[in-house]
Antibody, heavy 122, light 107 residues
Framework: QITLKESGPTLVKPTQTLTLTCTFS??????????VGWIRQPPGKALEWLAL???????RYSPSLKSRLTITKDTSKNQVVLTVTNMDPVDTATYYC??????????????WGQGTLVTVSS | SSELTQDPAVSVALGQTVRITCQGD??????ARWYQQRPGQAPVLVIY???NRPSGIPDRFSGSTSGNTGSLTITGAQAEDEADYYC??????????FGGGTKLTVL
């Protein structure tokens, strides 16, 4: 059974750095073709991809947010960590982590965490 | 263009067929994936690849991609299909793209 779960603060102040952890089970981030990504969704708005990290430590970032994002993995703990610097109220959103999987048809996000709502406010 | 465009809202009568579409240049090279999101819940993958359904997704869901347009078809829509639907692809750099979402109402 594959599960992912996001954890981190629910409230951050403007200019602070947000650190979110995705803890997963049922798969390994050392397996070829596997990645974990972060996607966010502001209240009432669409999904927005943020970052990806793959089994070989290849990292991808949204071009519009690249300067503020860092993604890392700890394979021994089955965790992926996302940091977002200089948080602003417009970054208020539910943040999801999801497994990115390749099976020959291309990559797709096949399993998602429940999401964690992060509010940016002073 | 590295965007995916969806109609904001679509409605369908109970038991009828509805098609939700997604347009974008990236779809010429990478078939659309589709996610269903019910209120307050995480997205769920319903279609991937050319037209593949994950285990547990009813066969009334089907997908296709032609040219720059991807389509999700629900044949015999049920009340529980009322949700937001998002298409997803990759741009030429391999970066994920999401459409703006379509709110499906089942009448």
């Amino acid at each position: 059974q594959i599960t992912l779960k996001e954890s981190g603060p629910t409230l951050v102040k403007p200019t602070q750095t947000l650190t979110l952890t995705c803890t997963f089970s049922g798969f390994s981030l050392t397996t070829s073709g596997v990645g974990v990504g972060w996607i966010r969704q502001p209240p009432g708005k669409a999904l927005e991809w943020l970052a990806l990290i793959y089994w070989d430590d290849d990292k991808r970032y949204s071009p519009s947010l690249k300067s503020r994002l860092t993604i890392t993995k700890d394979t021994s703990k089955n965790q992926v960590v996302l940091t977002v610097t200089n948080m602003d109220p417009v970054d208020t959103a539910t943040y999801y982590c999801a497994r990115d999987y390749w099976n020959g048809y291309g990559y797709y996000f096949d399993y998602w965490g429940q999401g964690t709502l992060v509010t940016v406010s002073s | 263009s590295s965007e995916l465009t969806q109609d904001p809202a679509v409605s369908v009568a109970l038991g009828q067929t509805v098609r939700i579409t997604c347009q974008g240049d990236s779809l010429r090279h990478y078939s659309a994936r589709w996610y269903q999101q019910r209120p307050g819940q995480a997205p769920v993958l319903v279609i991937y690849g050319k037209n593949n359904r994950p285990s547990g997704i009813p066969d009334r869901f089907s997908g296709s991609t032609s040219g720059n347009t991807g389509s999700l078809t629900i044949t015999g829509a049920q009340a529980e299909d009322e949700a937001d639907y998002y298409c997803n692809s990759r741009d030429t750099s391999g970066y994920p793209l999401f459409g703006g979402g379509t709110k499906l109402t089942v009448l």
